[in-house]
C-alpha cells in the first residue's frame, strides 16, 4: 500500500549528534516569550519578525507559535510552506516548552514519493 508523502519530527532517547535546531517562537505576549526564551528558542518575537523572515533576514530551522497569533502570521504562509506553524505538526499551541523541546532537540524525518524514509541515523 502507498503511504503520501509527510515530515514529522521525533525526539530520540538517546541523540547522537551534539547540534541542536534553531526554533523561532510567535507570540505576543511577554511571558510566553520569557518561557520561550529559558527553554531555548534561538529567535523569540510577534508580527514584528514577519518583514525580516521575508526578506530572508531570520532563519530558523522550525517555527513554532501559539493560536493567539497565528491570524496575523498568513503572510508567511507561502515563504514557510511546509514548516508554517500547525496542529498537525505539533507547531501550534499552548504548551510553549513542550514545543520548543520537541522542535529543538528532535530529529526530523521525510517519507518520500515510493514511500522511502529519509533521515540521519548515525554519526560516523
Do not use: C
Not at 530520540?12 to 507570540?27: G, I, M, W, Y
Amino acid at each position: 500500500k502507498k503511504v503520501e508523502p509527510f515530515a514529522s519530527t521525533v525526539l530520540l532517547p538517546h541523540r547522537f549528534t551534539e547540534e541542536t535546531n534553531k526554533v523561532l517562537v510567535f507570540t505576543e505576549n511577554e511571558q510566553e516569550a520569557e518561557i520561550a526564551r529559558e527553554n531555548g528558542a534561538a529567535v523569540v518575537g510577534g508580527v514584528e519578525l514577519i518583514k525580516w523572515i521575508l526578506e530572508d533576514e531570520i532563519q530558523a530551522d522550525f517555527y513554532v507559535a501559539v493560536p493567539a497569533i497565528i491570524s496575523k502570521l498568513i503572510p508567511l504562509r507561502n515563504k514557510l510552506r511546509r514548516k508554517y506553524p500547525s496542529t498537525k505538526r505539533n507547531s501550534l499551541g499552548h504548551d510553549i516548552p513542550k514545543m520548543v523541546q520537541h522542535f529543538r532537540e528532535g530529529l526530523e524525518y521525510s517519507v518520500q514519493d515510493e514511500s522511502v524514509i529519509k533521515t540521519r541515523i548515525a554519526r560516523v
